[in-house]
């Protein structure tokens, strides 16, 4: 494991978005910003680092960016625009192999395909095609995936901090 710096260093800080926005800017700006900060905490680190689990449960920096990319997927691909193959469970493969560039890269690719097809939509009231609920029957409005993105992506980014804290004493964004 990386040796523990003595006094923390800081990550770069970007500022949350603007306070007077529509509120599809708003809510895909929140989430762009929290997507930024979980994409942050891998910069600098290594592969092996951010393989190693923080936490008990196997939780690691590698696997919250590849989870988010699945979840990303998962819920504006397949279950609000209807495409693509059934929710994965890709997030479950074994993390032997990964590297930073490569996950973080795909999460930039599953974060493309999320924007456009917000963009893409008429407005936050249409639902989607399905849910990835079984006890749900209609699929979630767009407002509804943004919010729920925003809530996933800003709890994993939490999870990030300290996970990247515990590793190299790295704090901020």
Known sequence: M??????PTKLSDVRPPSMNADEP???LAFLDYLRAAVIAKLDGISDQD???P???SGTSLLWLVRHLAVVEDNWFTWAYRG???EPSESDEVPLDGATVAAEVAAYREAIERSNAVAAAAPDLDRPGVRSLRPDVTEGPSLRWVLVHMIEETGRHAGHADIIREQLDGAVGR
Do not use: M, P, Q
């Open 54 to 56: 923080g936490v008990a």
């Open 25 to 27: 800017s708003t809510l």
């Open 50 to 52: 951010a393989r190693r």
């Open 83 to 85: 495409v693509g193959e």
């Open 2 to 7: 990386t040796e523990k710096n003595t006094e």
